[in-house]
């Protein structure tokens, strides 16, 4: 099998519209990342985020195996653990930061260790049937300090949260379908084309609106709801007086479809 090469790069990423994927591409490895590929994903998550033409991002993993297994062992048998962590920013840098924009995961396999904790960074999941997730890092003497046991606590219910840190059980995305931490669970062949339908979707509706609401659900998870209110209000002019909810008013009124500016706000 072919290892990281000019003409095998760990990590791609490819525009579709305004869409912007980024395919961890290391199949051989089952997407394991090594720091150079986290640090590459790292990079193009940051253009991404930049460029106000991308509304929304999708991060998945080349091949039908995997996502991601989590950092590459082989590497940090040699160097030592924790090479692959952004600093500030985490394992592909995504797990310890909020990206602005919209980040779905399309999960194209098992995700397991590093890869369940991109999984519960992103904001959303579509998930092929049959994908597995968990934390097995307590079988290696370690602990998904980085964000992944952070996130099951905020995600999970209490005993199927510690049920998969304290066991390393994996779950199915059906499993998590019920619970509601992913959003879809579709077939192998039908995964990129629904992922990207999903996300046109979402872009057909305002990007200042979604940027906003995305700022407001993160601040609210941590929260006391009064504070959470009262943050709401005092942003609320820079949303419920913009030229999109003009628009969107507009167009309710003349029964036709709202024409947004599709541009990231600044």
Known sequence: MPG???????????????????????????NAMDAAGSYLV????????????????????AGGRAFCAGMDLKEASERGAGHGLVPGAGFCGVTERVIAKPVIGAINGAAVAGGFEISLACDMLIAVEG????????????????????RLAQQL??????????????????????IGVVNRVVPQDRLIDETLAFANLMLDNSWKAIAFGKELFNHAMHEPL????????????RLMRSEDSREGIAAYAEHRAADFRKETPE
């Not at 000019?6 to 051989?28: F, M, Y």
């Open 157 to 178: 219910p209490r005993q199927t949260g510690m049920e998969i840190m304290c066991l390393g059980t994996l779950l199915t995305a059906e499993r998590l379908h019920e």
């Open 131 to 150: 994908a597995l997730f968990g934390l097995p890092e307590v079988k290696r003497g370690m602990v998904a300090f980085t964000g992944g046991v952070q």
């Open 42 to 61: 790292d990079r193009y998550l940051r253009e991404a985020e930049a460029d106000p033409q991308i509304g929304a991002i999708v991060l998945t993993g």
């Open 226 to 237: 009064a504070d959470a209110i009262a943050r709401g209000h005092a942003d609320a002019d």
């Open 4 to 30: 990281d090469t000019a003409e095998h790069p760990p990590v791609l990423t490819e525009r579709h519209g305004a869409v912007q994927v980024i395919t961890l591409n290391r199949p051989h490895a089952s």
